[in-house]
Nanobody, 125 residues
Framework: QVDMVESGGGLVQTGGSLRLSCVVS????????MGWFRQAPGKEREFVAA????????AYADSMKARFTISRDNAKNTVDLQMNSLKPEDTAVYYC??????????????????WGQGTQVTVSS
Protein backbone atom coordinates (compact mmCIF):
# COMPACT_ATOMS: atom_id res chain seq x y z
CA GLN A 1 0.00 0.00 0.00
CA VAL A 2 1.33 3.39 -1.03
CA ASP A 3 1.09 6.09 1.59
CA MET A 4 1.86 9.74 0.92
CA VAL A 5 1.47 12.23 3.72
CA GLU A 6 1.87 15.97 3.23
CA SER A 7 2.60 18.40 6.02
CA GLY A 8 3.67 21.98 6.51
CA GLY A 9 0.58 23.80 5.33
CA GLY A 10 -1.01 26.57 7.31
CA LEU A 11 -1.93 30.22 7.43
CA VAL A 12 0.67 32.80 6.42
CA GLN A 13 0.62 36.48 5.53
CA THR A 14 1.36 37.84 2.08
CA GLY A 15 5.10 37.77 1.49
CA GLY A 16 5.66 34.97 3.94
CA SER A 17 7.11 31.51 3.43
CA LEU A 18 6.09 27.94 4.01
CA ARG A 19 7.84 24.64 3.48
CA LEU A 20 5.70 21.67 2.53
CA SER A 21 6.94 18.16 2.99
CA CYS A 22 5.67 14.83 1.72
CA VAL A 23 6.74 11.52 3.20
CA VAL A 24 6.25 8.51 0.94
CA SER A 25 6.10 4.83 1.77
CA UNK A 26 5.06 1.68 -0.02
CA UNK A 27 6.89 2.29 -3.29
CA UNK A 28 10.46 2.49 -4.55
CA UNK A 29 10.79 6.21 -4.10
CA UNK A 30 13.93 6.62 -6.20
CA UNK A 31 12.17 5.18 -9.25
CA UNK A 32 9.45 7.85 -9.26
CA UNK A 33 9.15 11.37 -10.48
CA MET A 34 7.63 13.48 -7.72
CA GLY A 35 5.36 16.43 -8.19
CA TRP A 36 3.33 19.04 -6.37
CA PHE A 37 -0.05 20.19 -7.59
CA ARG A 38 -2.57 22.54 -6.07
CA GLN A 39 -6.28 23.16 -6.23
CA ALA A 40 -7.90 26.43 -5.26
CA PRO A 41 -11.61 26.65 -4.42
CA GLY A 42 -13.71 26.50 -7.55
CA LYS A 43 -10.72 25.82 -9.79
CA GLU A 44 -9.16 22.80 -11.40
CA ARG A 45 -6.08 21.21 -9.96
CA GLU A 46 -2.94 22.70 -11.47
CA PHE A 47 0.71 21.80 -11.77
CA VAL A 48 3.11 23.51 -9.38
CA ALA A 49 6.47 21.76 -9.63
CA ALA A 50 8.08 18.39 -10.18
CA UNK A 51 11.45 16.75 -9.77
CA UNK A 52 13.06 13.83 -11.54
CA UNK A 53 13.86 10.55 -9.82
CA UNK A 54 17.46 11.57 -9.25
CA UNK A 55 16.72 15.15 -8.30
CA UNK A 56 18.84 16.31 -11.20
CA UNK A 57 15.99 17.92 -13.13
CA UNK A 58 13.12 20.10 -12.03
CA ALA A 59 10.13 21.75 -13.64
CA TYR A 60 7.96 24.59 -12.43
CA ALA A 61 4.81 26.37 -13.43
CA ASP A 62 5.80 29.72 -14.89
CA SER A 63 4.08 31.75 -12.18
CA MET A 64 5.93 29.91 -9.41
CA LYS A 65 9.43 29.16 -10.63
CA ALA A 66 10.92 32.34 -9.20
CA ARG A 67 9.36 31.76 -5.78
CA PHE A 68 9.12 28.01 -5.23
CA THR A 69 11.81 25.35 -4.96
CA ILE A 70 11.24 21.61 -5.08
CA SER A 71 13.73 19.17 -3.62
CA ARG A 72 13.86 15.50 -2.67
CA ASP A 73 15.79 13.21 -0.38
CA ASN A 74 15.84 9.67 -1.72
CA ALA A 75 17.37 8.38 1.49
CA LYS A 76 14.42 9.67 3.51
CA ASN A 77 11.69 9.18 0.88
CA THR A 78 10.68 12.81 1.12
CA VAL A 79 9.92 15.58 -1.33
CA ASP A 80 9.71 19.18 -0.19
CA LEU A 81 8.35 22.39 -1.65
CA GLN A 82 9.82 25.61 -0.35
CA MET A 83 7.43 28.48 -1.05
CA ASN A 84 8.58 32.06 -0.68
CA SER A 85 6.97 35.43 -1.34
CA LEU A 86 3.55 33.90 -1.00
CA LYS A 87 0.54 35.68 -2.44
CA PRO A 88 -3.18 35.36 -1.70
CA GLU A 89 -3.60 33.62 -5.07
CA ASP A 90 -1.35 30.82 -3.79
CA THR A 91 -4.14 29.83 -1.42
CA ALA A 92 -5.06 26.24 -2.24
CA VAL A 93 -4.86 22.66 -1.16
CA TYR A 94 -1.43 21.37 -2.14
CA TYR A 95 -1.02 17.75 -3.20
CA CYS A 96 2.04 15.58 -3.44
CA UNK A 97 2.06 13.12 -6.35
CA UNK A 98 4.24 10.28 -7.60
CA UNK A 99 4.63 9.17 -11.18
CA UNK A 100 6.69 6.51 -12.89
CA UNK A 101 10.12 7.61 -13.99
CA UNK A 102 10.10 9.10 -17.48
CA UNK A 103 12.58 10.73 -19.81
CA UNK A 104 10.94 14.11 -19.35
CA UNK A 105 9.22 15.50 -16.31
CA UNK A 106 5.47 15.48 -16.90
CA UNK A 107 3.35 18.45 -15.96
CA UNK A 108 -0.09 16.91 -16.44
CA UNK A 109 -1.75 15.18 -13.53
CA UNK A 110 -2.65 12.16 -15.61
CA UNK A 111 0.99 11.12 -15.55
CA UNK A 112 0.97 10.77 -11.77
CA UNK A 113 -0.26 7.56 -10.27
CA UNK A 114 -0.21 8.09 -6.53
CA TRP A 115 -1.52 11.08 -4.60
CA GLY A 116 -1.49 12.38 -1.07
CA GLN A 117 -4.52 13.73 0.73
CA GLY A 118 -3.37 17.33 0.48
CA THR A 119 -2.42 20.09 2.87
CA GLN A 120 -4.14 23.47 3.06
CA VAL A 121 -2.16 26.63 2.41
CA THR A 122 -3.89 29.91 3.13
CA VAL A 123 -2.24 33.24 2.39
CA SER A 124 -3.89 36.25 3.95
CA SER A 125 -3.72 39.70 2.38
Amino acid sequence: QVDMVESGGGLVQTGGSLRLSCVVSGLTFSLHTMGWFRQAPGKEREFVAAISWSGGSTAYADSMKARFTISRDNAKNTVDLQMNSLKPEDTAVYYCAAGYRKAEIPRHEGAYVYWGQGTQVTVSS
